[in-house]
């Protein structure tokens, strides 16, 4: 029975490596949004980065892939305990290196959207408190589906849903927005005292 089951799975030759790099970038950048650990997010986040740095190269989103090196480089200094001032500098100058690679590979939106995403990302990885980095991820992700969504990565959307998703239900379960059903009804209190 088990070797007739077997049968129908697919095998790893018939996947291409689109598709392999992209499913296992999903899986990566999905288990990120699990973990409560600053550095195992970011480390989680790098192993999805590195994927997907090979499944925008084999698309041809050249720009989505560079911003995915930046990207690891970023994740290499945030990762430190204590980084130092050359870490720091190494840390900035991606910022500048994102957006000359914007201009050098420009792609049109494709290219906008990516950059975007990746200075809203940096802003991410440069905080220190776990609410903070996830709701810079978040509006990251939001901005990256673009570029995903033009480049014709169906993995990279997935895995943008997957992210919204995790971090969503991270920053709930952490009470991020239990303050915000209160500011509704003062609003609206306020809102219905000016009428």
Same mark, same amino acid.
């Given at each position: &029975?088990?070797?007739?089951?077997?049968?129908?799975?697919?095998?790893?030759?018939?996947?291409?490596?689109?598709? &392999?790099?992209?499913?296992?970038?999903?899986?990566?950048?999905?288990?990120?949004?699990?973990?409560?650990?600053?550095?195992?997010?970011?480390?989680? #986040?790098?192993?999805?980065?590195?994927?997907?740095?090979?499944?925008?190269?084999?698309?041809?989103?050249?720009?989505? &892939?560079?911003? *995915?090196?930046?990207?690891?480089?970023?994740?290499?200094?945030? *990762?430190?305990? #204590?980084?130092?001032?050359?870490?720091?500098?190494?840390?900035?100058?991606?910022?500048?290196?994102?957006?000359?690679?914007?201009?050098?590979?420009? #792609?049109?939106? &494709?290219?906008?959207?990516?950059?975007?995403?990746?200075?809203?990302?940096?802003? $991410?990885?440069?905080?220190?408190?776990?609410?903070?980095?996830?709701?810079?991820?978040?509006?990251?992700?939001?901005? $990256?589906?673009?570029?995903?969504?033009?480049? $014709?990565?169906?993995?990279?959307?997935?895995?943008?849903?997957?992210?919204?998703?995790?971090?969503?239900?991270?920053?709930?379960?952490?009470?991020?927005?239990?303050?915000?059903?209160?500011?509704?009804?003062?609003?609206?209190?306020?809102?219905?005292?000016?009428?």
């Amino acid at each position: &029975m088990t070797a007739f089951l077997l049968d129908y799975l697919p095998t790893f030759a018939a996947i291409s490596p689109v598709a &392999m790099t992209g499913i296992a970038g999903l899986l990566a950048g999905t288990l990120s949004t699990l973990l409560d650990a600053r550095r195992a997010i970011l480390l989680a #986040q790098a192993t999805a980065s590195t994927l997907f740095l090979l499944h925008f190269l084999l698309l041809g989103a050249w720009t989505g &892939m560079l911003m *995915c090196a930046l990207g690891l480089v970023q994740m290499a200094v945030s *990762c430190q305990r #204590q980084p130092g001032r050359l870490l720091g500098l190494l840390y900035a100058l991606t910022v500048p290196a994102a957006l000359a690679v914007a201009a050098l590979t420009w #792609q049109g939106p &494709m290219s906008a959207l990516s950059a975007t995403g990746f200075l809203l990302a940096t802003l $991410g990885r440069w905080q220190s408190a776990l609410g903070r980095m996830r709701l810079f991820f978040v509006a990251a992700t939001l901005v $990256g589906a673009g570029h995903n969504l033009l480049a $014709g990565s169906a993995f990279g959307l997935v895995s943008d849903a997957m992210a919204l998703t995790g971090h969503g239900l991270a920053l709930w379960r952490a009470g991020t927005f239990r303050g915000l059903s209160g500011c509704r009804f003062a609003a609206r209190a306020v809102s219905g005292a000016a009428t």
